[in-house]
């Protein structure tokens, strides 16, 4: 630890929040919700980043996933143009929770892979976001081991005069790079008890351009030169007219949401919440370059329409027996993904669909006494997963079967926890103890009803598992504007359908089968942060940690009946299964500096390192992969009465390919034979609000129009972009 502790003083820099140009800086007046109940910043340990919906609307991001990305904070991969998927402390995908409005987003077919899930989340209705760094699995349970993404939408308002209430939103929104055109509407009607919200969002996003300054010694890297249309009806290869246009990439998606509020007392709020979204076929982009025998392999390869549905009811009482608050909140959500591919010059069309139905229940009270507050919460998740396939021939429309990316029989994968968190304020406020427990039990059951494909030497899965995690640390102000944390807490994560039971062949012509002896992953992490305030204009903070990552579940090579390679979709291919690994470590440190100029000018930075490695018997170490380089975000801002001007720089260094994981999910045929190189951007953005209702907002996004790829990325970044939008708000 004391390398992490020597890193963060050296680089002397603070981590806090995207909220760092908002009033709401002092740690005094910070409200989050991480703690399932509001509380305020200074009373929690785990390192927490806000950002405000003020700051959501400045930086104006096409989507959730850009949103995340733009911070500087948080590493987000990309496979496609739809897609967007983060990583906190090297861990991605199902090892990250995502939750929006108290419910998790995670279920059964999470894969450990990159996935796009965030972006079904409408940014534009977002009151806040959270993001929370180490494990939160004594308050959210399984999955959360390197952190959570914790999205909430706005609520409905009542009439504060008692008479009904009517306010709008428009949003209209141009980014050039992709021709990107999106359009946001709410409206609140609110009465004395009772408050009606209703939002619209369509965003219509065409073939994507990337930069054209490129490395000097990757002239090609990223370009699109040929691409597979069918003309007279047969897939022919093309030449690109524009080989900076990333063609087959376009995509439109709307979202929608409704709330109702009903307020009898001031003691009681019922609220039903209505989400969803959807979307056209999404190019697989990254698999649309792979190339066989010389030529583009896939004719086709598209995600169907990503449909999120959501249905909740949340009670929230103040006052009631032991508790001092209360919140009840029971779910629904639907989830449908499906998957399809297409060999050039073959008329077999393959489609996998998946079909999610998620029932989800929370019970969390709090209570205070003297210097105590204590959190007692019980929750459950029901999934139920349907797979099906199929093989359609394009030219006859006959229909045939096909292996399942999941079993085709029933498969259920079931949740339980009951968890206790506490807060403890000692010496007038100076030190403050977090610590809490959470007991959860997992249950997984799969059926295969069609055996005939591979023949696998069993035709059910079934596990049940049991873990107890905690967390505990402390929280030290010496004096006004100086803080100390430090704390341990562990994280669970229970293999779900996607890890046990998936087939599926993976972009480096590996077949992945199912293994169902994989046990649960766990990690142990500890954290040390510090943050200091120099004089009135200057903060800084850093935070270290150091994790403990046990069972890490990775593929590695397996056999099926015996075979370490199979025939598979015309080729010999070798055998993969996910596999616990035994042991893995990270290691790293995230910091940044907020200094305000003047009363209008101010500077922030940050930056984050990462460091992972796999440990096995008798083998040396290896790279542990999702791991990001070394990345950041540095910007100055000026804010006045009527507008306000960012500029800003993005930037990564570079992956090496030594640091790459061959079989796991760092992509390296995605990158140039060394690896990817680092990167930056540099961008202006500026907004201007002529009368109170109506606010304009322009910027260049990559003004030197760069060509890169974020790492483990198949999707080369956009080029020179140019946004503008107008925001009317009645």
Same mark, same amino acid.
């Given at each position: 630890?004391?390398?992490?502790?020597?890193?963060?003083?050296?680089?002397?820099?603070?981590?806090?929040?995207?909220?760092?140009?908002?009033?709401?800086?002092?740690?005094?007046?910070?409200?989050?919700?991480?703690?399932?109940?509001?509380?305020?910043?200074?009373?929690?340990?785990?390192?927490?980043?806000?950002?405000?919906?003020?700051?959501?609307?400045?930086?104006?991001?096409?989507?959730?996933?850009?949103?995340?990305?733009?911070?500087?904070?948080?590493?987000?991969?990309?496979?496609?143009?739809?897609?967007?998927?983060?990583?906190?402390?090297?861990?991605?995908?199902?090892?990250?929770?995502?939750?929006?409005?108290?419910?998790?987003?995670?279920?059964?077919?999470?894969?450990?892979?990159?996935?796009?899930?965030?972006?079904?989340?409408?940014?534009?209705?977002?009151?806040?976001?959270?993001?929370?760094?180490?494990?939160?699995?004594?308050?959210?349970?399984?999955?959360?081991?390197?952190?959570?993404?914790?999205?909430?939408?706005?609520?409905?308002?009542?009439?504060?005069?008692?008479?009904?209430?009517?306010?709008?939103?428009?949003?209209?929104?141009?980014?050039?790079?992709?021709?990107?055109?999106?359009?946001?509407?709410?409206?609140?009607?609110?009465?004395?008890?009772?408050?009606?919200?209703?939002?619209?969002?369509?965003?219509?996003?065409?073939?994507?351009?990337?930069?054209?300054?490129?490395?000097?010694?990757?002239?090609?890297?990223?370009?699109?030169?040929?691409?597979?249309?069918?003309?007279?009806?047969?897939?022919?290869?093309?030449?690109?007219?524009?080989?900076?246009?990333?063609?087959?990439?376009?995509?439109?998606?709307?979202?929608?949401?409704?709330?109702?509020?009903?307020?009898?007392?001031?003691?009681?709020?019922?609220?039903?919440?209505?989400?969803?979204?959807?979307?056209?076929?999404?190019?697989?982009?990254?698999?649309?370059?792979?190339?066989?025998?010389?030529?583009?392999?896939?004719?086709?390869?598209?995600?169907?329409?990503?449909?999120?549905?959501?249905?909740?009811?949340? $009670?929230?009482?103040? *006052?009631?027996?032991?508790? +001092?608050? !209360? %919140? @009840?909140? /029971?779910?629904?959500?639907?989830?449908?993904?499906?998957?399809?591919?297409?060999?050039?010059?073959?008329?077999?069309?393959?489609?996998?669909?998946?079909?999610?139905?998620?029932?989800?229940?929370?019970?969390?009270?709090?209570?205070?006494?003297?210097?105590?507050?204590?959190?007692?919460?019980?929750?459950?998740?029901?999934?139920?997963?349907?797979?099906?396939?199929?093989?359609?021939?394009?030219?006859?429309?006959?229909?045939?079967?096909?292996?399942?990316?999941?079993?085709?029989?029933?498969?259920?994968?079931?949740?339980?926890?009951?968890?206790?968190?506490?807060?403890?304020? $000692?010496?007038?406020? *100076?030190?403050?103890?977090? +610590?809490? !427990? %959470? @007991?959860? /039990?997992?249950?997984?059951?799969?059926?295969?009803?069609?055996?005939?494909?591979?023949?696998?030497?069993?035709?059910?899965?079934?596990?049940?598992?049991?873990?107890?995690?905690?967390?505990?640390?402390?929280?030290?102000?010496?004096?006004?504007?100086?803080?100390?944390?430090?704390?341990?807490?562990?994280?669970?994560?229970?293999?779900?359908?996607?890890?046990?039971?998936?087939?599926?062949?993976?972009?480096?012509?590996?077949?992945?089968?199912?293994?169902?002896?994989?046990?649960?992953?766990?990690?142990?992490?500890?954290?040390?942060?510090?943050?200091?305030?120099?004089?009135?204009?200057?903060?800084?903070?850093?935070?270290?940690?150091?994790?403990?990552?046990?069972? /890490?579940?990775?593929?590695?090579?397996?056999?099926?009946?015996?075979?370490?390679?199979?025939?598979?979709?015309?080729?010999?291919?070798?055998?993969?299964?996910?596999?616990?690994?035994?042991?893995?470590?990270?290691?790293?440190?995230?910091?940044?500096?907020?200094?305000?100029?003047?009363?209008?000018?101010?500077?922030?930075?940050?930056?984050?390192?990462?460091?992972?490695?796999?440990?096995?018997?008798?083998?040396?170490?290896?790279?542990?992969?999702?791991?990001?380089?070394?990345?950041?975000?540095?910007?100055?801002?000026?804010?006045?009465?009527?507008?306000?001007?960012?500029?800003?720089?993005?930037?990564?260094?570079?992956?090496?390919?030594?640091?790459?994981?061959?079989?796991?999910?760092?992509?390296?045929?995605?990158?140039?034979?060394?690896?990817?190189?680092?990167?930056?951007?540099?961008?202006?953005?500026?907004?201007?609000?002529?009368?109170?209702?109506?606010?304009?907002?322009?910027?260049?996004?990559?003004?030197?129009?760069?060509?890169?790829?974020?790492?483990?990325?198949?999707?080369?970044?956009?080029?020179?972009?140019?946004?503008?939008?107008?925001?009317?708000?009645?």
């Amino acid at each position: 630890m004391k390398y992490i502790a020597g890193l963060c003083l050296a680089l002397g820099l603070l981590q806090d929040t995207y909220a760092q140009n908002d009033t709401t800086r002092n740690m005094d007046e910070v409200v989050l919700y991480s703690n399932k109940f509001a509380e305020r910043k200074k009373y929690i340990v785990q390192k927490v980043d806000l950002i405000t919906a003020q700051r959501i609307a400045e930086v104006n991001a096409p989507t959730m996933a850009e949103l995340l990305q733009n911070s500087g904070q948080v590493f987000v991969q990309k496979s496609q143009m739809g897609g967007g998927s983060p990583v906190l402390r090297g861990f991605e995908a199902s090892r990250i929770l995502l939750v929006v409005d108290g419910i998790r987003m995670n279920n059964a077919i999470y894969r450990a892979g990159h996935h796009q899930y965030l972006i079904t989340v409408d940014q534009n209705m977002l009151d806040r976001v959270e993001v929370l760094y180490g494990p939160a699995s004594t308050l959210y349970g399984s999955d959360a081991l390197g952190g959570a993404v914790l999205m909430r939408t706005r609520q409905p308002q009542l009439s504060v005069s008692g008479k009904t209430s009517f306010n709008a939103n428009t949003l209209i929104r141009y980014g050039s790079a992709a021709n990107e055109r999106t359009v946001h509407t709410d409206f609140n009607v609110g009465g004395r008890k009772w408050a009606w919200l209703q939002s619209y969002t369509v965003s219509d996003f065409g073939d994507l351009r990337m930069g054209d300054h490129y490395p000097d010694k990757y002239p090609n890297f990223g370009r699109r030169s040929q691409y597979i249309t069918r003309i007279g009806g047969i897939d022919s290869i093309v030449k690109n007219s524009d080989d900076r246009i990333q063609r087959n990439s376009a995509y439109r998606q709307w979202d929608l949401m409704q709330k109702l509020l009903f307020r009898p007392s001031e003691r009681v709020n019922h609220t039903l919440n209505l989400q969803w979204s959807s979307s056209t076929d999404i190019p697989r982009y990254d698999r649309l370059q792979d190339v066989r025998n010389g030529a583009l392999r896939w004719a086709q390869w598209y995600y169907g329409p990503q449909e999120r549905g959501l249905a909740a009811y949340e $009670l929230n009482v103040a *006052k009631l027996g032991f508790f +001092d608050n !209360l %919140r @009840l909140n /029971a779910s629904y959500q639907h989830i449908e993904e499906s998957r399809h591919q297409r060999a050039y010059r073959s008329n077999n069309l393959d489609n996998r669909l998946e079909e999610v139905n998620v029932g989800n229940f929370t019970l969390d009270g709090k209570k205070f006494w003297q210097q105590h507050e204590l959190t007692l919460g019980l929750d459950a998740q029901l999934n139920g997963v349907n797979s099906k396939a199929n093989r359609t021939d394009i030219a006859t429309g006959v229909r045939t079967k096909l292996d399942a990316r999941y079993p085709d029989g029933q498969n259920t994968m079931n949740y339980y926890g009951a968890y206790a968190q506490h807060l403890w304020k $000692l010496g007038g406020g *100076k030190w403050v103890i977090n +610590d809490g !427990l %959470r @007991l959860q /039990a997992v249950s997984l059951r799969s059926q295969i009803n069609d055996n005939s494909f591979f023949n696998l030497p069993f035709n059910s899965i079934e596990q049940d598992n049991l873990a107890l995690t905690g967390n505990i640390g402390a929280a030290y102000t010496p004096r006004a504007g100086s803080r100390i944390t430090a704390s341990l807490a562990s994280g669970f994560r229970s293999p779900n359908v996607d890890d046990l039971v998936r087939i599926f062949e993976s972009g480096n012509n590996q077949l992945i089968v199912p293994n169902k002896d994989i046990d649960p992953e766990y990690t142990y992490t500890a954290d040390l942060g510090f943050a200091q305030q120099l004089g009135s204009a200057v903060k800084i903070e850093a935070n270290g940690f150091y994790t403990w990552f046990r069972n /890490a579940i990775a593929l590695a090579p397996f056999s099926l009946n015996g075979q370490s390679q199979v025939q598979y979709n015309g080729a010999l291919v070798p055998v993969f299964a996910n596999q616990n690994v035994n042991k893995a470590y990270l290691y790293g440190a995230q910091a940044s500096v907020t200094a305000d100029f003047t009363q209008a000018l101010s500077f922030f930075s940050t930056l984050t390192y990462t460091y992972g490695r796999l440990q096995q018997p008798g083998k040396s170490e290896t790279p542990l992969d999702h791991i990001p380089p070394v990345y950041g975000r540095t910007s100055i801002r000026y804010a006045a009465a009527k507008w306000k001007a960012e500029a800003f720089a993005l930037y990564n260094g570079w992956k090496k390919i030594r640091d790459y994981n061959s079989s796991g999910e760092d992509n390296q045929q995605y990158a140039t034979p060394e690896g990817m190189p680092s990167w930056y951007t540099l961008n202006l953005n500026a907004s201007w609000s002529p009368v109170s209702f109506v606010t304009l907002q322009a910027g260049v996004e990559n003004i030197l129009d760069r060509n890169y790829r974020v790492f483990a990325s198949g999707f080369s970044a956009p080029g020179r972009n140019v946004v503008v939008s107008v925001r009317v708000k009645i």
